[in-house]
């Protein structure tokens, strides 16, 4: 039991390119979530997605895009990376029952 | 969005110390939560929260939903090396979306 996972766990890429980071979970968990964390500034929520085929946008979605085709798997897409997307991403699930999220390690991206 | 005001920002404490810390918010939440970060690791839940005036303890932690459901704090009694740390609170609401504080950070001096 894996509990919830991200790929990569570092990036870095210029500005313009495109990437996509995974979040794998093994829990069966109804509700996926994407945050972005900035020094001082706590995490905050980009996109989620509350059962397969479905997402949200949190509050700062902007740059970005989600896509969750699998009920196990939350996908964060940057189409077209900016310096200001530099940050750590986590990715978290919960199950419908309760309010307890489960993170991932995260991702640490760097845009030049 | 909303903003979860968390104090203090850090805190430098002997270790045995106890430690207190608070969370508030202009709006009202369903859930309260309190999360510890390590360094380049995810937050872990400590405890939940979800009924307004709910005193909950998790060990040496303590924490308590306020009763006008717009804040929240956390003790940690008899401080060990060990609970060094970042802390957030974070608040849900109907919408399924979780809103965290800016977390406090705590240095425990042996």
């Known amino acids: 039991n894996a509990g919830v996972t991200q790929t990569p766990k570092f990036r870095v890429l210029k500005t313009g390119q495109s990437m996509t980071l995974l979040c794998a979970q093994d829990m069966n968990h109804e509700y996926m979530y994407w945050y972005r964390q900035d020094p001082g500034m706590g995490l905050r929520l980009i996109h989620y997605?509350?059962?397969?085929?479905?997402?949200a946008k949190g509050e700062v979605p902007d740059g970005y895009n989600v896509s969750r085709l699998k009920k196990q798997n939350f996908l964060l897409g940057l189409e077209s990376a900016a310096p200001s997307q530099t940050s750590v991403y986590f990715c978290?699930?919960?199950?419908?029952?309760?309010?307890?999220?489960?993170f991932g390690p995260g991702t640490r991206l760097t845009v030049l | 969005g909303q903003q979860l005001n968390q104090s203090p920002q850090s805190m430098f404490i002997q270790e045995g110390e106890d430690v207190s810390m608070n969370c508030t918010s202009s709006?009202?939440?369903?859930?309260w939560l309190w999360y510890k970060q390590d360094p380049g690791e995810g937050p872990v839940l400590l405890i939940a929260?979800?009924?307004?005036?709910e005193l909950t303890s998790n060990g040496r932690l303590t924490a308590q939903f306020g009763i006008t459901r717009k804040d929240s704090f956390l003790n940690i009694s008899a401080s060990i090396p060990s609970d060094v740390g970042i802390y957030f609170c974070?608040?849900?609401?109907?919408?399924?979306?979780?809103?965290f504080g800016t977390g406090t950070s705590l240095t425990v001096i042996p």
């Open positions: 997605s509350v059962g397969e085929g479905t997402t």
């Open positions: 974070a608040g849900e609401n109907t919408g399924n979306q979780f809103y």
């Open positions: 929260l979800y009924k307004a005036g």
């Open positions: 709006s009202i939440f369903n859930t």
């Open positions: 978290a699930s919960r199950g419908i029952a309760y309010n307890e999220q489960f």
